[in-house]
């Protein structure tokens, strides 16, 4: 597609999201929670179509080269579809944040003065492989009051056009405007970049995926991006940790699921504890199949570990391979998650109050955990429902990002005649 064509297209397509972000605002709860309950049913009832055109994505992607998780993440399921289906009706069933008047106080002048809640307006979202985000990313979206632009990756084209397809029949259906959700209509990357520009229509953009993908969104952008690098997530075993809660801990969140985001990679080990943990932990991570990457004090423990480089503290592995690494005490600890933490996840085991809560206070993630795993860090496993994505930024949201996330307040007052002397 020629470029200034493109550039046409991508301002059209954002000239119409701006249109139905106004449109969306108005929406009452009962219609968006129709549209929703109404997406989950055409999920079930298109669910041949769905996979047919997911297979279509999986030959091309194997045709490609594409092999083991990336494949994964790309593959729709019946389990998957019944799981989105599931997933929109609880979201249905959710409060709507949209219109909540909250900290309403009265003035010495006579004013009402409080907050509410109000849609963000046009959100972009850009994302790789996993197809499913259309939905979660959609129907978030929607049930906030928003518009959103979606681009997922070229490899899931055919799935993500198919399950958007299906998220505007609903908003047709409920009577919103069905431009509330649009795709990108090309897989070409030069859409993204034209997409970035467009700061007049779109209020903010959420790149989720690689770390490539985020730096390359971040640079580009002319609005506000959420985003999160990498989680280079840490647990901390401190000397007065219940050592076999320590040990379920770490196996969990490292083998759980080792490619995601909130994935332990670095354990942090108090000297005082570490030769009776550590020969204990390396089995169970060793019997999971995770190689191990230790400091020189690891390994006077556990010399089958290989030796960490300073490379491996700062590492995203994504994978089964855990580096390790035994600190005098949490004052040592401390100083390494904040040099080496990205703000995603990090966890403490101890049975020390007190250091318990300087640890959340000292901390700096979008969650702290005491005495349980970093896969925690999930919009659903918090209560949210559902999530957008994991912000590390601080500026508008701090970790899972939910319906709520997705709205901002602004102030309104009630009077009774007041005017500024």
């Known amino acids: 597609m020629a470029t200034q064509n493109l550039t046409h297209e991508m301002r059209a397509l954002a000239q119409r999201a701006r249109a139905a972000a106004q449109g969306m605002s108005r929406a009452g709860t009962a219609a968006k929670n129709q549209a929703l309950l109404r997406a989950a049913e055409l999920l079930e009832q298109e669910r041949a179509a769905l996979l047919a055109a997911n ?13 083991g998780a990336k494949l994964e993440r790309l593959r729709l399921t019946d389990r998957v579809l019944a799981d989105l289906a599931a997933g929109l009706r609880q979201l249905a069933a959710q409060p709507d944040p949209v219109g909540e008047i909250s900290e309403m106080r009265r003035l010495e002048n006579g004013l009402l003065v ?41 490899e899931a084209f055919r799935s993500n056009t198919a399950l958007a397809g299906l998220l505007r029949q609903a908003l047709r259906e409920a009577g919103l405007p069905e431009d509330a959700v649009q795709l990108v209509p090309t897989p070409d990357r ?20 690689g770390e490539g993908l ?20 840490h647990v901390y075993v401190d000397r007065d940790a219940d050592l076999e809660m320590a040990r379920r801990i770490v196996l969990n969140a490292k083998t759980q699921r080792p490619g995601v985001c909130n994935a332990l990679e670095t354990l942090l080990v108090d000297q005082a504890v570490a030769a009776d943990f550590l020969p204990q932990v390396a089995r169970d991570l060793e019997a999971a199949g995770v190689e191990l990457r230790g400091c020189p004090e690891t390994r006077a423990v556990l010399p089958e570990a290989r030796p960490a480089t300073e490379a491996d503290w700062a590492a995203e592995y994504l994978d089964l391979i855990l580096a390790v690494r035994v600190v005098r005490d949490m004052e040592a600890a401390l100083e ?15 049975q020390n109050h007190a250091r318990a809560m300087r640890f959340l206070r000292e901390v700096d993630a979008s969650l702290v955990l005491v005495n ?8 659903f496993q918090l209560g949210l429902g559902a999530e957008i ?33």
């Open 336 to 350: 390494h998650i904040a040099r080496y933490g990205s703000n995603h996840t990090e966890a403490i085991v101890t």
């Open 372 to 379: 349980a795993s970093t896969r925690f860090n999930d919009g």
């Open 55 to 67: 297979a279509q994505d999986l030959e091309a992607a194997q045709a490609a080269g594409t092999t």
């Open 190 to 209: 030069a859409a993204v970049l034209e997409l970035l520009k467009l700061d007049e229509w779109i209020d903010l953009m959420i790149p989720r995926g």
């Open 214 to 233: 985020i730096r390359f969104v971040t640079e580009h952008a002319r609005m506000p991006v959420l985003k999160h690098y990498k989680g280079v997530c």
């Open 389 to 421: 994505g994991i912000s590390t930024s601080k500026l508008h949201a701090y970790g899972p990002m939910g319906v709520r996330e997705l709205t901002t307040t602004k102030f309104v007052a009630l009077g009774d005649g007041q005017v500024r002397g």
């Open 114 to 154: 409080g907050r509410m809640r109000v849609p963000l307006g046009v959100i972009g979202m850009i994302y790789e492989s996993r197809p499913n985000v259309t939905i979660e990313a959609g129907a978030l979206t929607l049930k906030a009051g928003n518009a959103v632009i979606l681009r997922g990756g070229s």
